[in-house]
């Protein structure tokens, strides 16, 4: 069974930086979405096993994606943010063709 576990989520000024984490059950590619009010769930960035990464044009330079094996753990270090990054953001990975998402956690950005 793949479970997906995130946290971090806040409230943070225009500008300002979090760190989201998700923890999963096992070591799989992973990716991050987000989900805006009124808008279609969205791919934030994704890392492979082995940390090849990539990233959604309108968050590269901003955000990075890292994972530790060790801890079974994926993050999205969110800097320099802005109140379109307003969202549910949500891990997600698939695994034996099976898609499986977190519960997602809420960042807000405004002042």
């Known amino acids: 069974q793949v479970q997906l576990v995130e946290s971090g989520g806040d409230l943070v000024q225009p500008g300002g930086s979090l760190r989201l984490s998700c923890a999963a059950s096992g070591i799989y590619p992973v990716d991050w979405y987000r989900q805006a009010p009124g808008k279609q769930r969205e791919l934030v960035a994704t890392?492979?096993?082995?940390?090849?990464?990539n990233y959604q044009d309108s968050v590269k330079g901003r955000f990075t994606i890292s994972r530790d094996n060790a801890k079974k753990t994926v993050y999205l270090q969110m800097n320099s943010l802005k109140p379109e990054d307003t969202a549910v953001y949500y891990c997600?990975?698939?695994?034996?063709?099976?898609?499986?998402w977190g519960q997602g956690t809420q960042v807000t950005v405004s002042s």
């Open positions: 997600h990975a698939e695994v034996g063709f099976r898609h499986y």
């Open positions: 890392i492979t096993p082995g940390s090849s990464t």
